[in-house]
């Protein structure tokens, strides 16, 4: 027998074809092992199924990331009939009841037929529903017309009068890369929505803006939706602009963006991608955002991203008319210091970019809010320069400066400056934390940066790759940033530093030695050789007195195991020497250490002598008057008596 139920496809690249519900329990989904399998990333891996009894067929929504729809309701199960519209995701069907026909079938027909405004107001069926026309009854295709003709004579008549809002013609937009899909209303579709995203955006009349179709979504509370074109073709220097027009529910947003990427093999090594961000669109009706951004050196692809989300209540999102256009730009950027540029992103400025020559060195540098979302919740910035600096001022609530230091400056060594209980210089790999930083030094050799903040700070890296992101956390908030550049003083200070350390070893100083060269570290570690030197002369001149008081230590348990009275002097001697020749140095805690020990122990081994030393002559003394020598008693009494009030 043959199936009764059917699902025909309504939009995607299927369109048109019509698919057999073949027995209860009919699953679709992108996984294998579907009974319908729907090649779709806005399709989840088991999306929905349908059921059939004696009363019909039943929808049911199996937990999707999209939701299911049916006409424009979200539902989790529900009771469908003939006619009925089902969206999964981005991908629409229309069941079809084979005991359904005739007149039926004419205005199922009508139903899924797109008209098109023409010139004179009238609605004119598209040309590819005439094409299947053959396939429709002739007294179908008559109250098919006749509903067209009245339709249109309606529409006639109510235009402008309050009787329904007009449907605007699309309007192309002259440059435009994404050409076809510029508004929703083509069969070819490459727009995409984000895998990992909750929600998505699908097609909705409801959501146009001109034409027939629009993109909505629907966000719940913490929720978001991102939407991207298909990729175009990027070169550096030129700049692109993307334009929408973007409707929001109450507590909803909603930005056009622009995102560049990298192609092919550069992905994985290159700077990563970003994206220049409109400022959002609240308000329930239309409203046209517009970004543009230059595109930096290092990239060459670029798409329009639509994103949409809930921070604190849920609601939806409406886009259309959504343009791409490259052109020329002169531009110049947002601030310069020798080589390195910085461009600014982002309508009002929320992102920034710093670049010399043809590499990217940091990327998706912004102000945020502790807890927020990078590259969501940024706050607009302002930029200032001078010779040596670019001074980076957030302008609005913030408290985390967040970015992603490219393979360029992690390469080249990532390194902090600490302050109170964890103070000075230290290196790290890309995945690190540090409470205390004053200045964050990433790069060396050509490329150098030096992040300097007001206050302390806590810095966390994390590694994406060869690149590595970074956070830093004002603890009594973060609104300015100090991006160094240019270091022509200050490696001459280090110079000086580094003259003044080899003398010092030269003539035997080595406490003024390593001070020297700690000072150069923890001031002015911006000279890779004398940084190398630096770590390399303090590890050295450290190891080798921690060597000899190691030494020390040994000849002190020496003296302790024979009871050797003046061993022990010789070792208390030789640590306070030590110490004095590493004076302000981990050497000198160390021997001064070791030197209180010996003279603890010597304390000890000379009062346990002194009673000894007291017990024997108290023995002589005794048997001096048991034998009447009162001379010789006497003197030896005048002895104790002297030792125990302190004298010789």
């Keep these: 027998m043959e199936p009764r139920y059917s699902l025909r496809f309504e939009s995607g690249?299927?369109?048109?074809?019509?698919?057999?519900?073949?027995?209860?329990?009919?699953?679709?989904?992108?996984r294998p092992g579907s009974s319908l399998q729907v090649l779709d990333n806005s399709v989840s891996g088991h999306h929905a199924e349908f059921l059939i009894d004696d009363h019909g067929v039943t929808v049911r929504d199996l937990e999707s990331t999209n939701g299911t729809r049916v006409g424009e309701m979200r539902v989790i199960e529900q009771r469908l009939a003939h006619g009925d519209h089902v969206t999964l995701g981005n991908i629409e069907f229309v069941l079809l009841d084979e005991r359904m026909g005739g007149a039926r079938t004419a205005l199922e027909a009508l139903a899924k037929t797109k008209t098109v405004p023409g010139p004179d107001g009238l609605q004119r069926v598209s040309a590819d529903v005439l094409?299947?026309?053959?396939?429709?009854?002739?007294?179908?295709?008559?109250?098919?017309?006749?509903?067209?003709?009245?339709?249109?004579?309606?529409?006639?008549?109510?235009?402008?009068?309050?009787?329904?809002p007009t449907l605007r013609a699309v309007t192309p937009v002259a440059g435009d890369q994404l050409a076809d899909e510029f508004s929703f209303e083509s069969d070819h579709d490459t727009w995409a929505n984000a895998e990992n995203a909750p929600q998505a955006f699908y097609r909705k009349e409801t959501a146009r803006w001109s034409g027939a179709l629009g993109v909505a979504a629907d966000v719940g509370e913490g929720e978001w939706a991102l939407y991207r074109s298909r990729d175009v073709r990027a070169a550096a220097g030129r700049e692109f602009v993307a334009r929408a027009m973007l409707r929001a529910s109450e507590g909803v947003t909603a930005r056009v963006g622009i995102e560049f990427t990298r192609s092919g093999d550069a992905v994985a090594s290159g700077p990563g991608p970003f994206v220049a961000w409109s400022d959002s669109a609240s308000g329930s009706g239309f409203e046209e955002r517009e970004v543009a951004a230059l595109v930096p050196p290092g990239y060459d692809a670029a798409r329009a991203v639509l994103f949409a989300r809930a921070p604190s209540s849920a609601g939806s999102a409406a886009a259309d008319d959504v343009s791409l256009v490259e052109r020329a730009s002169e531009k110049p950027p947002a601030a310069q210091v020798t080589e390195y540029r910085l461009v600014t992103l982002g309508a009002s400025a929320t992102q920034a970019l710093l670049f010399k020559g043809d590499r990217v060195l940091l990327s998706a540098l912004e102000f945020t809010r502790p807890g927020a979302t990078?590259?969501?919740?940024?706050?607009?910035?302002?930029?200032?320069?001078?010779?040596?600096?670019?001074?980076?001022?957030?302008?609005?609530?913030?408290?985390?400066?967040?970015?992603?230091c490219e393979s360029a400056l992690v390469a080249g060594g990532i390194a902090t400056l600490g302050s109170g209980a964890d103070p000075g210089y230290k290196t790290h790999a890309s995945e690190f934390e540090r409470a205390g930083v004053l200045d964050l030094l990433l790069g060396g050799k050509g490329d150098f940066v030096r992040l300097h903040f007001k206050a302390p700070v806590r810095a966390r890296g994390a590694g994406e790759?060869?690149?590595?992101?970074?956070?830093?956390?004002?603890?009594?908030?973060?609104?300015?940033?100090?991006?160094?550049?240019?270091?022509?003083?200050?490696?001459?200070?280090?110079?000086?530093?580094?003259?003044?350390?080899?003398?010092?070893?030269?003539?035997?100083?080595?406490?003024?030695?390593?001070?020297?060269?700690?000072?150069?570290?923890?001031?002015?570690?911006?000279?890779?050789?004398l940084v190398a030197e630096a770590e390399a002369t303090r590890a050295k001149l450290l190891q080798k007195g921690l060597a000899e008081v190691r030494e020390v230590r040994a000849e002190s348990e020496r003296a302790r195991f024979f009871r050797l009275v003046d061993l022990y002097r010789?070792?208390?001697d030789k640590a306070l020497a030590i110490g004095k020749r590493y004076a302000k140095s981990d050497v000198e805690r160390e021997a001064q250490a070791l030197a209180a020990d010996v003279e603890r122990d010597l304390a000890g081994l000379e009062a346990d002598l002194d009673r000894a030393e007291r017990a024997r002559l108290t023995a002589i003394l005794q048997v001096l008057e048991k034998q009447k020598a009162s001379g010789l008693a006497g003197e030896v009494k005048a002895y104790l008596d002297a030792r125990s009030s302190g004298g010789k």
């Design 13 to 30: 690249e299927r369109r048109g074809e019509t698919i057999p519900i073949t027995a209860s329990g009919f699953s679709v989904g992108r």
């Design 465 to 529: 790759g060869a690149a590595a992101r970074i956070v830093i956390d004002g603890a009594a908030g973060l609104a300015e940033l100090e991006l160094q550049l240019e270091f022509k003083e200050e490696r001459e200070q280090a110079g000086n530093l580094a003259h003044a350390a080899r003398n010092a070893e030269k003539k035997g100083d080595l406490g003024d030695c390593l001070a020297q060269w700690s000072t150069l570290l923890d001031t002015f570690p911006y000279e890779d050789a």
């Design 131 to 164: 094409a299947r026309s053959k396939k429709v009854s002739r007294p179908g295709l008559i109250v098919v017309a006749l509903l067209v003709v009245a339709g249109g004579t309606w529409f006639w008549l109510n235009r402008g009068g309050g009787g329904g």
């Design 570 to 572: 010789k070792c208390r």
């Design 374 to 404: 990078p590259g969501w919740d940024s706050a607009p910035m302002t930029v200032a320069a001078d010779a040596k600096r670019i001074t980076l001022s957030a302008q609005g609530a913030s408290g985390v400066v967040a970015l992603r």
